[in-house]
């Protein structure tokens, strides 16, 4: 059982025959019972700061937990976020590789046939040319045996009209002699 100020201050003691000097006890009394009561009130004072302090620490125990708990999922998210940026990042290389490849195969494809095409037209454009030149040749022959025709009948008129004109000179002299 517990002493309280009250009891020392109310404790009355029995009274003897050469007793302790009632003054002097009841003083002492006294001083005990306030530094009873000052080390009660302190007690208190210390109790509610205790209280606060594990309020404080309990609030702060559940704080560091809320903390720990968002910082886990945090985590798992970044870790979570990465991974889905890594796939995406792999889907889109591959589509990309798939789509380049795609592109190069047409590539490859409109090349070949632009050659193959640009080779006909070199085929068509000699068979053309050396069809013109054969043509070319042809008429230039055809010219010159023209002109050589033509060379040799003027020329062979020239002769006759030579020969005629002699002969009709020559009758001409010859009448003018007679």
Same mark, same amino acid.
């Given at each position: !059982?517990?002493?309280?100020?009250?009891?020392? *201050?109310?404790?009355?003691?029995?009274?003897?025959?050469?007793?302790?000097? &009632?003054?002097?006890?009841? &003083?002492?009394?006294?001083?005990?019972?306030?530094?009873?009561?000052?080390?009660?009130? *302190? $007690? *208190? &004072?210390? +109790?509610?700061?205790?209280?606060?302090?594990?309020?404080?620490?309990?609030?702060?125990?559940?704080?560091?937990?809320?903390?720990?708990?968002?910082?886990?999922?945090?985590?798992?998210?970044?870790?979570?976020?990465?991974?889905?940026?890594?796939?995406?990042?792999?889907?889109?290389?591959?589509?990309?590789?798939? $789509?380049?490849?795609?592109?190069?195969?047409?590539? $490859?494809? *409109?090349? +070949?046939?632009?050659?193959?095409?640009?080779? =006909?037209?070199?085929?068509?454009?000699?068979?053309?040319?050396?069809?013109?030149?054969? =043509?070319?040749?042809?008429?230039? =022959? +055809?010219?010159?045996?023209?002109?050589?025709? =033509?060379?040799?009948?003027? +020329?062979?008129?020239?002769?006759?009209?030579? &020969? !005629?004109? $002699?002969?009709?000179?020559?009758?001409?002299?010859?009448?003018?002699?007679?």
């Amino acid at each position: !059982m517990a002493i309280t100020v009250d009891d020392i *201050r109310n404790k009355a003691f029995g009274r003897k025959v050469r007793g302790y000097n &009632e003054i002097e006890v009841d &003083e002492f009394l006294d001083r005990t019972a306030d530094a009873l009561k000052t080390a009660q009130d *302190r $007690s *208190r &004072e210390l +109790e509610g700061q205790l209280h606060a302090t594990a309020e404080q620490l309990a609030y702060l125990k559940g704080l560091e937990t809320t903390l720990r708990d968002t910082l886990l999922t945090a985590q798992r998210s970044a870790d979570d976020t990465v991974a889905t940026a890594q796939v995406r990042a792999q889907q889109l290389t591959a589509s990309a590789q798939e $789509s380049v490849a795609a592109i190069q195969a047409e590539a $490859s494809g *409109r090349i +070949e046939a632009a050659q193959k095409q640009a080779e =006909e037209i070199i085929a068509k454009a000699r068979e053309e040319a050396d069809r013109l030149l054969l =043509e070319g040749q042809e008429k230039a =022959e +055809e010219q010159r045996s023209r002109c050589k025709a =033509e060379k040799d009948a003027h +020329e062979a008129f020239r002769q006759k009209a030579c &020969e !005629m004109l $002699s002969a009709h000179l020559a009758d001409l002299r010859a009448g003018e002699s007679v």
